[in-house]
C-alpha cells in the first residue's frame, strides 16, 4: 500500500486545480485510481483515517473545480453576448448602408 503516493497526489491534484492546469490534472487522478485499486479488501483499520483526511482534500478540490467550471461557463457566455452584439452591429451597418445607397 503507497499511502504516502497516494497523499503526494491528492497535494498535485490540488496544485493542478488551483493552477489551472488540467492537462496535469487527468494524469494525477489516473494514477490515483490505480492506487486505489490497488488497495486490499478489506481495508486494514489503519488506513481508515487516511481516506477520511483524503475525502476532505477531494471535497476541497471538488469546489475548486466547481468555481473554475463557473468561471468558464460565465466567459462563454460573455463571448456569446459579445460575438452577438458584434453581429448585430454589422447588420445595422449593411441596413444603413443600403438606406442611404
Keep these: ?26 494524469a494525477i487522478q489516473d494514477e490515483q485510481r490505480q492506487l486505489l485499486d490497488a488497495l486490499p479488501t478489506p481495508l486494514p483499520a489503519e488506513v481508515k483515517p487516511f481516506l477520511e483526511q483524503a475525502l476532505t482534500r477531494v471535497g476541497v478540490t471538488q469546489s475548486a473545480l466547481l468555481g473554475a467550471l463557473a468561471e468558464t461557463k460565465g466567459k462563454i457566455e460573455r463571448l456569446g453576448t459579445g460575438r452577438r452584439t458584434v453581429g448585430a452591429y454589422g447588420i445595422r451597418s449593411i441596413s444603413e448602408l443600403d438606406a442611404t445607397a
Design 1 to 26: 500500500m503507497d499511502l504516502d503516493r497516494l497523499a503526494e497526489l491528492a497535494r498535485a491534484e490540488e496544485q493542478a486545480v488551483a493552477s489551472r492546469r488540467w492537462h496535469e490534472l487527468l
